[in-house]
Protein backbone atom coordinates (compact mmCIF):
# COMPACT_ATOMS: atom_id res chain seq x y z
CA UNK A 1 0.00 0.00 0.00
CA UNK A 2 1.52 3.10 -0.91
CA UNK A 3 2.48 6.05 1.79
CA UNK A 4 2.75 9.00 -0.48
CA UNK A 5 0.32 11.57 -0.03
CA UNK A 6 -2.70 12.39 -1.98
CA UNK A 7 -1.44 15.47 -4.04
CA UNK A 8 -4.43 18.03 -4.43
CA UNK A 9 -5.30 19.03 -7.86
CA UNK A 10 -5.68 22.81 -9.25
CA UNK A 11 -9.45 23.80 -10.15
CA UNK A 12 -8.52 23.90 -13.76
CA UNK A 13 -7.35 20.10 -14.20
CA UNK A 14 -10.88 19.31 -12.93
CA UNK A 15 -12.36 21.33 -15.40
CA UNK A 16 -10.32 19.92 -17.55
CA UNK A 17 -11.27 15.93 -16.89
CA UNK A 18 -14.61 17.15 -17.11
CA UNK A 19 -14.54 18.51 -20.36
CA UNK A 20 -12.54 15.91 -21.67
CA UNK A 21 -14.89 13.31 -20.28
CA UNK A 22 -17.98 15.36 -22.38
CA UNK A 23 -16.12 15.27 -25.30
CA UNK A 24 -14.60 11.93 -25.40
CA UNK A 25 -18.59 10.28 -24.25
CA UNK A 26 -19.87 12.21 -27.48
CA UNK A 27 -21.40 14.86 -25.72
CA UNK A 28 -19.73 17.37 -27.36
CA UNK A 29 -19.36 16.19 -30.89
CA UNK A 30 -15.90 16.52 -32.98
CA UNK A 31 -16.51 20.29 -34.64
CA UNK A 32 -18.48 21.28 -32.22
CA UNK A 33 -18.32 24.92 -30.27
CA UNK A 34 -17.65 24.43 -26.70
CA UNK A 35 -19.83 26.45 -24.10
CA UNK A 36 -18.65 29.87 -23.61
CA UNK A 37 -16.37 30.81 -20.58
CA UNK A 38 -19.35 32.72 -18.58
CA UNK A 39 -21.18 28.82 -19.18
CA UNK A 40 -18.74 27.25 -18.04
CA UNK A 41 -17.60 29.18 -15.23
CA UNK A 42 -21.17 29.11 -14.03
CA UNK A 43 -21.81 25.54 -15.06
CA UNK A 44 -18.69 24.15 -12.92
CA UNK A 45 -18.67 26.63 -10.30
CA UNK A 46 -15.48 28.07 -11.24
CA UNK A 47 -13.70 31.65 -12.21
CA UNK A 48 -12.40 32.47 -15.28
CA UNK A 49 -8.47 32.08 -15.01
CA UNK A 50 -9.66 27.93 -14.10
CA UNK A 51 -11.95 27.67 -17.37
CA UNK A 52 -9.50 29.67 -19.46
CA UNK A 53 -6.07 27.44 -18.28
CA UNK A 54 -8.06 24.10 -18.99
CA UNK A 55 -9.29 25.66 -22.72
CA UNK A 56 -5.25 25.97 -23.26
CA UNK A 57 -4.34 22.60 -21.84
CA UNK A 58 -6.65 21.29 -24.40
CA UNK A 59 -5.32 23.16 -27.30
CA UNK A 60 -1.90 22.49 -26.47
CA UNK A 61 -3.13 18.97 -26.54
CA UNK A 62 -4.18 18.83 -30.15
CA UNK A 63 -7.95 18.40 -28.68
CA UNK A 64 -10.29 22.33 -29.21
CA UNK A 65 -8.88 24.95 -31.12
CA UNK A 66 -9.02 28.34 -30.18
CA UNK A 67 -9.97 31.50 -32.70
CA UNK A 68 -10.19 34.85 -31.38
CA UNK A 69 -13.53 35.87 -30.34
CA UNK A 70 -15.13 32.53 -30.73
CA UNK A 71 -15.83 29.80 -28.74
CA UNK A 72 -13.12 26.90 -28.24
CA UNK A 73 -14.27 24.26 -30.91
CA UNK A 74 -13.53 19.99 -30.99
CA UNK A 75 -11.07 19.59 -33.31
CA UNK A 76 -11.96 16.61 -36.05
CA UNK A 77 -8.77 14.45 -35.32
CA UNK A 78 -7.26 13.47 -37.96
CA UNK A 79 -3.08 12.32 -38.33
CA UNK A 80 -1.91 15.68 -39.55
CA UNK A 81 -3.18 17.13 -36.87
CA UNK A 82 -1.70 14.29 -34.19
CA UNK A 83 1.71 14.77 -36.23
CA UNK A 84 1.21 18.43 -35.45
CA UNK A 85 0.87 17.99 -32.20
CA UNK A 86 4.51 16.96 -31.94
CA UNK A 87 6.31 18.72 -34.27
CA UNK A 88 7.56 21.45 -32.01
CA UNK A 89 8.89 18.98 -29.82
CA UNK A 90 10.54 17.12 -32.78
CA UNK A 91 12.14 20.31 -34.05
CA UNK A 92 13.37 21.20 -30.59
CA UNK A 93 14.70 17.94 -29.98
CA UNK A 94 16.72 18.05 -33.44
CA UNK A 95 18.32 21.81 -32.49
CA UNK A 96 19.66 20.68 -28.78
CA UNK A 97 20.52 17.23 -29.73
CA UNK A 98 21.36 17.45 -33.62
CA UNK A 99 22.79 13.42 -33.40
CA UNK A 100 18.93 12.44 -33.59
CA UNK A 101 19.05 13.50 -37.04
CA UNK A 102 20.80 9.83 -37.60
CA UNK A 103 18.07 8.26 -35.82
CA UNK A 104 15.47 10.04 -38.04
CA UNK A 105 17.17 9.10 -40.98
CA UNK A 106 17.09 5.48 -39.52
CA UNK A 107 13.14 5.63 -38.80
CA UNK A 108 12.65 6.91 -42.28
CA UNK A 109 14.45 4.49 -44.14
CA UNK A 110 12.65 1.60 -42.08
CA UNK A 111 8.97 3.24 -42.81
CA UNK A 112 9.87 3.79 -46.19
CA UNK A 113 11.10 0.34 -46.85
CA UNK A 114 7.90 -1.02 -45.24
CA UNK A 115 5.63 1.45 -46.95
CA UNK A 116 6.84 0.43 -50.45
CA UNK A 117 6.13 -3.38 -50.22
CA UNK A 118 2.22 -2.36 -48.95
CA UNK A 119 2.38 -0.40 -51.96
CA UNK A 120 3.75 -2.95 -54.23
CA UNK A 121 0.89 -4.98 -53.40
CA UNK A 122 -1.92 -2.58 -53.36
CA UNK A 123 -1.20 0.02 -56.19
CA UNK A 124 -3.68 0.07 -59.13
CA UNK A 125 -3.16 1.02 -62.30
CA UNK A 126 -4.46 4.51 -61.49
CA UNK A 127 -1.69 4.59 -58.32
CA UNK A 128 0.92 4.40 -60.91
CA UNK A 129 -0.46 6.79 -62.98
CA UNK A 130 -0.41 9.45 -60.20
CA UNK A 131 3.05 8.65 -59.42
CA UNK A 132 4.44 9.06 -63.05
CA UNK A 133 2.35 12.41 -62.94
CA UNK A 134 4.30 13.50 -59.75
CA UNK A 135 7.97 12.59 -61.43
CA UNK A 136 6.46 14.64 -64.23
CA UNK A 137 5.75 17.38 -61.62
CA UNK A 138 8.77 16.63 -59.83
CA UNK A 139 11.06 16.70 -62.99
CA UNK A 140 9.37 20.37 -64.28
CA UNK A 141 11.29 21.46 -61.03
CA UNK A 142 14.60 21.79 -62.97
CA UNK A 143 13.86 25.02 -64.57
CA UNK A 144 12.88 26.22 -60.93
CA UNK A 145 14.67 24.51 -58.03
CA UNK A 146 13.34 26.32 -55.46
CA UNK A 147 10.57 23.50 -55.30
CA UNK A 148 12.86 20.75 -55.91
CA UNK A 149 12.36 19.38 -52.39
CA UNK A 150 9.01 19.41 -52.48
CA UNK A 151 7.97 17.74 -55.39
CA UNK A 152 10.50 15.75 -53.82
CA UNK A 153 8.16 15.17 -50.68
CA UNK A 154 5.14 14.96 -52.74
CA UNK A 155 6.40 11.75 -54.55
CA UNK A 156 7.53 10.14 -51.07
CA UNK A 157 3.75 11.24 -49.56
CA UNK A 158 2.15 9.67 -53.10
CA UNK A 159 3.38 6.14 -52.31
CA UNK A 160 2.59 6.79 -48.89
CA UNK A 161 -1.07 6.88 -49.96
CA UNK A 162 -0.71 3.98 -52.03
CA UNK A 163 -0.54 2.20 -48.95
CA UNK A 164 -3.74 3.00 -47.79
CA UNK A 165 -2.81 3.39 -43.97
CA UNK A 166 -3.42 7.52 -43.66
CA UNK A 167 -1.05 7.91 -41.10
CA UNK A 168 2.05 7.21 -43.24
CA UNK A 169 1.26 10.28 -45.64
CA UNK A 170 1.61 12.36 -42.39
CA UNK A 171 4.62 10.78 -41.12
CA UNK A 172 6.34 10.95 -44.25
CA UNK A 173 5.74 14.44 -44.37
CA UNK A 174 6.59 15.51 -41.07
CA UNK A 175 10.10 13.92 -41.53
CA UNK A 176 10.36 16.04 -44.34
CA UNK A 177 8.82 19.04 -42.22
CA UNK A 178 10.91 18.83 -38.84
CA UNK A 179 14.45 18.85 -41.31
CA UNK A 180 13.24 21.46 -43.44
CA UNK A 181 15.69 23.65 -41.81
CA UNK A 182 18.34 21.97 -43.00
CA UNK A 183 17.98 21.91 -46.41
CA UNK A 184 18.23 25.51 -46.59
CA UNK A 185 21.78 26.01 -47.01
CA UNK A 186 22.53 22.89 -49.37
CA UNK A 187 24.15 24.06 -52.59
CA UNK A 188 22.77 21.95 -55.80
CA UNK A 189 25.87 19.76 -56.87
CA UNK A 190 25.04 19.31 -60.48
CA UNK A 191 23.99 15.83 -61.29
CA UNK A 192 22.33 15.17 -58.21
CA UNK A 193 19.06 16.18 -58.66
CA UNK A 194 19.19 14.33 -62.09
CA UNK A 195 20.48 11.24 -59.95
CA UNK A 196 17.12 11.71 -58.05
CA UNK A 197 14.91 11.60 -60.29
CA UNK A 198 16.08 8.36 -61.98
CA UNK A 199 16.06 6.57 -58.97
CA UNK A 200 12.38 8.01 -58.39
CA UNK A 201 11.26 6.28 -61.75
CA UNK A 202 13.15 2.95 -60.74
CA UNK A 203 10.63 3.07 -58.01
CA UNK A 204 7.52 3.42 -59.82
CA UNK A 205 8.93 0.55 -61.96
CA UNK A 206 9.30 -1.55 -59.16
CA UNK A 207 6.23 -1.25 -57.67
CA UNK A 208 4.55 -1.48 -61.25
CA UNK A 209 5.88 -4.59 -61.06
CA UNK A 210 3.66 -5.57 -57.79
CA UNK A 211 6.63 -7.10 -56.49
CA UNK A 212 7.29 -5.94 -52.73
CA UNK A 213 10.84 -6.80 -52.70
CA UNK A 214 11.96 -5.11 -56.05
CA UNK A 215 10.30 -2.42 -54.28
CA UNK A 216 12.09 -2.58 -51.35
CA UNK A 217 15.34 -2.43 -52.94
CA UNK A 218 14.55 0.31 -55.06
CA UNK A 219 13.48 2.47 -52.23
CA UNK A 220 16.55 1.04 -49.84
CA UNK A 221 19.03 1.89 -52.19
CA UNK A 222 17.06 5.28 -52.75
CA UNK A 223 17.45 6.09 -49.32
CA UNK A 224 20.62 5.03 -48.12
CA UNK A 225 23.22 5.41 -51.68
CA UNK A 226 25.70 7.12 -51.74
CA UNK A 227 26.73 8.67 -48.74
CA UNK A 228 30.20 8.98 -50.81
CA UNK A 229 28.81 10.41 -53.69
CA UNK A 230 26.81 13.13 -51.93
CA UNK A 231 30.28 14.10 -49.84
CA UNK A 232 32.09 14.27 -52.75
CA UNK A 233 29.50 16.34 -54.12
CA UNK A 234 29.27 18.66 -51.26
CA UNK A 235 33.62 19.02 -50.93
CA UNK A 236 33.03 20.57 -54.40
CA UNK A 237 30.30 22.80 -53.92
CA UNK A 238 31.32 23.76 -50.74
CA UNK A 239 28.51 22.69 -48.47
CA UNK A 240 28.55 21.80 -45.31
CA UNK A 241 29.46 18.28 -44.73
CA UNK A 242 27.92 18.40 -41.41
CA UNK A 243 24.44 18.11 -43.20
CA UNK A 244 23.15 14.32 -43.06
CA UNK A 245 22.98 12.69 -46.13
CA UNK A 246 19.17 12.36 -45.89
CA UNK A 247 18.61 15.63 -45.82
CA UNK A 248 20.47 16.70 -49.00
CA UNK A 249 18.58 16.66 -52.84
CA UNK A 250 17.19 12.89 -53.80
CA UNK A 251 16.70 12.65 -49.75
Known amino acids: MSSEPIQRRKLYQEVLDRLLDRIRSGEIEPGAQLPSERELMEFYGVGRPAVR????????SGIVEITHGERARVV????ERLIEQIAGGARHLLHMQPDTLEHLKDARVFLEIGIARLAAERATDEDIARLRARLAEHR?????????????????REIARISGNPIFPAI????????????????????????TLAEHARIIDAIASR?????ERAVREHLTRANDLYRQLNDRSGASAAVP???????
Open 172 to 195: VEALFGWASEYYQPIVRAPGAEEL
Open 245 to 251: AFTRPGA
Open 76 to 79: VPTA
Open 140 to 156: ATLTHLDDFLHYDMAFH
Open 53 to 60: EALQALER
Open 211 to 215: DPQVA
